[in-house]
């Protein structure tokens, strides 16, 4: 009750200041999470999505348009086979049991990432529930699946080549994955590691970075709120001093 309580000021607090358009999270931590518990790995990869579950339903509620979870990277496929096949059931069990509620809260979802080296049973389901959303104009939900941030800057690189484009700032950020996507504010990683691991390179250059000692199923409502509540208080700066920052905020 009184955590209900908590999460209801800081709700209202923080809808209150300017938000961050665009939040991504590197979710890490279920492994430890589960074998802290004496649980199989899995068991903690089923709990992370119940926090993917309540995490975005507080980033629609607050009002974010956008966010970016990092739910399978490219290097992950070199994990035991049994473990790839089940995160790989559990993605398609989140599609489908998430429908009505990504339909009726105006949830618009896709995927970015090397998403052809998905199996058909995901992959068909991503593109139906993008396809049912894309109408959808409330959050952005992406889900980065075989993601590999170099490989997106490199296949970017080479379809401009391909084009016979110059390759400037413009012509890479217009052939991301990512394109469309309001700049990233906030990049979060849970669990106490403070890395980026191969996650939106390109898009971090102004993001401001949040570490949580966390594990990525015990980051729920609550821990949302507290990282955007603290990334409210940080001064940006993107490269201007701290009084230029305060007279443009004056003027
Ligand atoms: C990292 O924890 C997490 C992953 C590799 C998978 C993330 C997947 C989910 C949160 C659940 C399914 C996703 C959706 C979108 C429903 P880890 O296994 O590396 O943890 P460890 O470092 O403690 O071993």
Redesign the pocket.
């Known amino acids: 009750m009184a955590e209900r309580t908590l999460a209801e000021s800081l709700r209202e607090k923080v809808r209150a200041r300017p938000l961050p358009r665009h939040v991504a999270i590197i979710?890490?931590?279920?492994?430890?999470?589960a074998?802290a518990r004496g649980l199989p790995?899995l068991a903690?990869?089923?709990e992370?999505?119940e926090?993917?579950r309540a995490v975005t339903r507080e980033a629609r509620r607050i009002g974010l348009e956008a966010l970016t979870?990092?739910?399978?990277?490219a290097q992950?496929w070199s994990?035991p086979p049994d473990e790839v096949a089940g995160?790989m059931q559990?993605?398609a069990e989140?599609l489908d049991s998430e429908r009505a509620e990504i339909m009726d809260n105006d949830v618009r979802l896709h995927a970015i990432g090397e998403l052809d080296r998905l199996p058909g049973f995901v992959r068909e389901r991503l593109e139906r529930m993008r396809q049912e959303s894309q109408g959808n104009r409330g959050l952005i939900l992406t889900?980065a699946l075989s993601y590999d941030a170099r490989e997106d800057i490199a296949q970017a690189a080479r379809r401009a080549a391909a084009e016979g484009v110059s390759l400037d700032r413009d012509a890479l950020d217009a052939r991301l994955w990512t394109v469309g996507l309001p700049e990233l504010d906030l990049l979060v990683r849970t669990?106490g590691?403070r890395r980026v691991s191969n996650f939106l390179l390109w898009q971090c250059a102004y993001a401001e970075l949040a570490f949580t000692e966390l594990?990525?199923p015990d980051f729920r409502e609550l821990e949302l709120l507290q990282v955007v509540d603290d990334f409210q208080r940080r001064e940006r700066r993107f490269g201007l001093t701290g009084a230029q920052v305060a007279a443009r905020d004056r003027a």
Request: a positive charge; zero cysteines.
């Open positions: 979710m890490d931590g279920n492994g430890r999470w074998e790995r903690g990869h089923r992370g999505s926090s993917v979870l990092y739910a399978f990277s992950n994990r995160l559990l993605l989140y889900l669990s590691e594990l990525w």
